[in-house]
């Protein structure tokens, strides 16, 4: 394959870690090819790819989840190997999943020493020890939370830590992170990225997974590229740019679009006014405050916000999953405030939610049922589902969204995540909406499906479809979108027209600009 | 895509089908082989008679198993249909008897499909405050049935004082005679309780797999919120199971009551967790979601086979208990085996198909 050795170092850094031709064979597919990982001393290494472009079967190789079919593992010029992640966490390499490992109805103590607890004498714990070295732990992550705290109290980016801070106690020397920020506000981010840095600094040596290819770029030392179970490129930091990563992982320069032309927009499809969504948590607050918004039919419109900025709160109260304290929802000129879901997805109003794990597909269903579900009246005869005609229906669907399946009977889990999201907008565009909001819909998704989704949604509004989608990319509000909105704290902050700049989106969000 | 992969993957299913099949149809198995191993030990065992006589004993199971059915299917669960059983078999057993009403000194005696009909209705009403308390309230299923099981129970201890109805024959001069019909007789040679058993199960497989209906119940219990967002309505399904439950409950208490000739207070002690184990035997998912009526059926014929055959060879009732405990844990731990090979082939379906997998199978799992 060709590999991209961009430049000879100088002087080469460290390698503590080195996997050697590592192959992983899962019956007849292979799903790593001779692919050769080096992680550097007190350095960050980031591991980039697509969806299924192996990133997460290596890292399990590394943290002895899996085993490797051939290949070598020398760590510090030993070959070694491990039969559990155990073992591998004997020799100082930790994983941290993207879903959280910790017990929330435990506290941050408990946490950390869950399953090594520190005991005196006969069996009993010694709390006051473990208290005493998870203080210590935290305040030398400077997130100097009371080891007495429930870990279901904390926010996510601080129940992070925590489990950075469990993997220190194990006296990590390589933290392996799959996917850290991807739950994170921005502050959280800049938190994060500075425990990473004094980790760093403390010689630990981290390999970093994340899909925020700019997030990532901020913080790593060296990138590897991952693309179909072959290692496509290496580089330091200081040889690459985002195109780079973007085009070794694609293998083609990628482009999610521009606002489709050519057509008349038509009449207001959506009209928000005045809405004020209350806080469940905190009373008399809102999470959505004299919130104004009318959507064209055919027109396309982002709402980019941090996380907390209130969107889903927003969303799912126009899809009627929650009800507004005040203000009106209309559908084509018609008050939809007080219909239930059922009906405003009847009327032409369908959500596309942002975990489709949680609220998009029934894993027990198959695909094409999945499809058929929110359209089911529509093969209905005399009382009767028409397999014939719901076949059919089925079958214009995935050809339409271009689901790769084996069939309307695969099973949902068989799916990738780009194809699982194409499962849900399929599943509502089945219904012939006349306005679809879609909730982050590049969550968790790699770049060609995004930009097949992206496509979609195009195509549809020059059906005259009104889509609304949010974004926590800048780089998506400067796709298809005819209008750019910037949410923050509940309201609308900014507007802007396609040729607005990254920075001026930033900025309206009240995000501080990274350098 | 290509054809190539798609038929390297009906190859791998040929070779593994052999397995699927017998795990998949393992209750059909399991029958089978409780049939074969009891009509060699016992001679009276293999007879169209005696095979009648059981289905009658299922009869009771099979309606209680599969309004449990539609319970789980929605992950929910109904410990109180052996009470409603027994409340509806005395509600039933008190009309037959006559209803005075004492301040105008009129008694009636209402027919036979009258009582049939206001049991129902009773059992309906009874599941309808189950479904009330878990779609609406939000009370925990496990929670509300229980409490479901002491009430009703109570209620029909309340309603006979303890004591049994024994002449449910009716009076012709009344009108209301025909009752032991229902649970005794034959029709076409075969007893009426397994053809109410039988037309229970066809109305309610056709609902299950061909009604939007059926389709809400499967949906709900596989993933309620995307369900919800998908415009099913979710608290009037939940509110519906548990109605049909009640009224299937309904229903095998009268075709108990009309077998013994007696409705009692205590009848159906426990039948709750035969019903959710023929559920389980069948393969349902106790998580909601997965399950067949069919293999519902087969799961309370493979319990009713193995408990009178074991009573026909003469096992004491003690070990009965202890085999039928053993075959519910063992169909569960077989249950677990089956989803997780079906995870397995479809990883290597995906992995056949298209190589760019793996990534979104460990956001699935």
């Known amino acids: 394959m060709n590999i991209d050795r961009s430049t000879v170092e100088v002087a080469p850094p460290e390698v503590i870690l080195s996997a050697r031709n590592i192959e992983k064979r899962f019956g007849a597919v292979q799903a790593l090819k001779e692919v050769n990982f080096d992680i550097y001393r007190g350095q960050v290494t980031t591991l980039f790819g697509e969806n299924g472009a192996g990133k997460s079967t290596l890292m399990k190789i590394l943290s002895g989840v899996i085993a490797q079919t051939a290949g070598e593992i020398v760590l510090e010029g030993e070959s070694v190997s491990f039969s559990s992640p155990s073992d591998a966490e004997a020799l100082g390499i930790t994983i941290i999943h993207q879903e959280l490992s910790l017990a929330p109805n435990l506290n941050v103590r408990d946490n950390i020493f869950m399953g090594r607890e520190l005991t005196k004498g006969r069996g009993s714990v010694d709390y006051k020890e473990e208290a005493r070295q998870a203080e210590l732990l935290m305040e030398e992550l400077d997130e100097p939370i009371h080891p007495l705290t429930l870990v279901e109290d904390l926010r996510v980016g601080q129940q992070q830590i925590v489990e950075i801070a469990r993997a220190l106690s194990k006296n990590s020397r390589i933290l392996i992170m799959d996917e850290p920020t991807s739950a994170l506000s921005a502050t959280e981010v800049e938190t994060l990225f500075k425990v990473v840095q004094d980790l760093k600094n403390k010689g630990v040596s981290i390999v970093y997974i994340s899909h925020h290819l700019e997030e990532a770029l901020q913080i790593t030392d060296h990138a590897v590229v991952l693309r179909d179970g072959v290692m496509t490129a290496y580089a330091p930091r200081s040889d690459i740019d985002l195109q780079w990563i973007v085009r070794h992982m694609v293998g083609e320069s990628f482009d999610l679009g521009s606002p489709p032309t050519g ?27 004299d919130l104004s918004l009318d959507v064209r039919a055919g027109e396309i419109v982002c709402i980019y916000g941090l996380m907390g900025a209130g969107r889903t709160e927003l969303l799912e109260c126009v899809a009627g999953r929650t009800r507004q304290s005040k203000g009106d929802i209309l559908l084509n000129s018609t008050d939809v405030s007080h219909y239930n879901i059922a009906q405003r997805i009847e009327r032409g109003l369908v959500l596309v939610p942002e975990d489709r794990q949680r609220d998009g597909l029934v894993p027990t269903l198959s695909v094409g049922r999945n499809l058929s579900l929110a359209s089911i009246h529509a093969f209905t005869r005399k009382g009767l589902t028409s397999s014939s005609l719901e076949a059919e229906m089925i079958n214009s669907a995935i050809d339409k969204v271009h689901i790769k399946t084996d069939g309307g009977e695969a099973s949902i889990g068989s799916l990738s995540g780009g194809n699982q999201q194409k499962v849900v907008i399929g599943k509502m565009l089945a219904t012939h909406p006349d306005v679809i909001i879609l909730d982050e819909p590049s969550r968790g998704i790699d770049v060609g499906a995004k930009a097949e989704v992206f496509k979609l949604l195009s195509q549809g509004a020059r059906r005259g479809l009104a889509v609304v989608f949010t974004t926590s990319e800048v780089s998506e509000c400067l796709s298809i979108p005819h209008r750019v909105l910037v949410m923050s704290k509940g309201r609308i902050s900014a507007e802007f027209k396609p040729g607005v700049t990254k920075d001026e989106i930033m900025a309206a969000s009240g995000e501080s600009v990274a350098a | 895509m290509s054809h190539h992969n798609n038929n390297a993957l009906q190859v791998e299913k040929g070779s593994i089908d052999i397995v699927k099949i017998l795990l998949e149809g393992r209750a059909f198995f399991a029958l ?12 009276v065992y293999f007879s169209t008679g005696n095979f009648l006589t059981m289905s009658s004993h299922v009869a009771v199971f099979g309606l209680l198993g599969i309004g449990m ?55 309906g009403l009874v599941g309808a405050i189950n479904g009330v308390l878990v779609a609406y309230f939000k009370v925990p299923a496990f929670v509300a049935t229980l409490g479901m099981l002491y009430v009703a129970r109570g209620a029909a201890l309340l309603l006979t004082d303890g004591l049994t109805f024994n002449s449910l024959s009716g009076d012709p001069t009344l009108g209301n005679t025909g009752f032991e019909w229902l649970g005794f007789n034959k029709l076409f040679g075969i007893p009426v309780g397994v053809l109410i058993l039988f037309c229970a199960a066809v109305i309610c497989m056709l609902a299950l797999s061909r009604t939007p209906f059926g389709r809400w119940i499967y949906s709900t219990g596989g993933n309620a919120r995307a369900a919800e967002l998908s415009g099913v309505p979710v608290n009037r399904v939940k509110l519906s199971v548990y109605i049909i439950s009640g009224v299937c409950a309904a229903l095998a208490g009268i075709v108990l009551a009309s077998q013994l000739t007696s409705a009692g207070p205590t009848a159906g002690t426990t039948y709750e967790l035969t019903a959710i184990a023929a559920v389980v035997i069948g393969g349902a998912s106790l998580m909601g979601g997965r399950g067949t009526v069919r293999n519902t059926l087969l799961g309370a014929f493979v319990i009713g086979f193995l408990a009178d055959g074991l009573v026909i060879i003469g096992v004491s009732a003690y070990w009965q208990m202890v085999f039928t405990g053993s075959v519910i844990v063992f169909a569960v731990m077989l249950n677990n085996v089956q989803y997780s090979a079906k995870h397995k082939s479809s990883q290597q379906a995906e992995k056949t198909t298209e190589s760019k997998r793996e990534g979104s199978r460990a956001s699935a799992t």
């Open chain 2, 69 to 123: 059915l539609f319970v789980i299917l929605t992950g929910g669960i109904d410990l109180s249909v052996g009470s409603t059983l027994a409340l509806c078999g005395v509600f039933a057993g008190m009309l037959l008897e006559g209803v005075e009403i004492e301040a105008f000194n009129l008694a009636f005696f209402p027919s036979v499909w009258v009582v049939v009909v206001l049991t129902c209705l009773l059992g």
């Open chain 1, 263 to 289: 057509y008349e927009q038509g009449s207001t499809a959506l009209s928000i006014q005045n809405l004020y969504i209350s806080d469940d948590k905190v009373a008399g607050r809102y999470v959505v405050e």
């Open chain 2, 32 to 43: 089978i082989v409780i049939i074969i191993v009891f009509s060699i030990l016992s001679p």
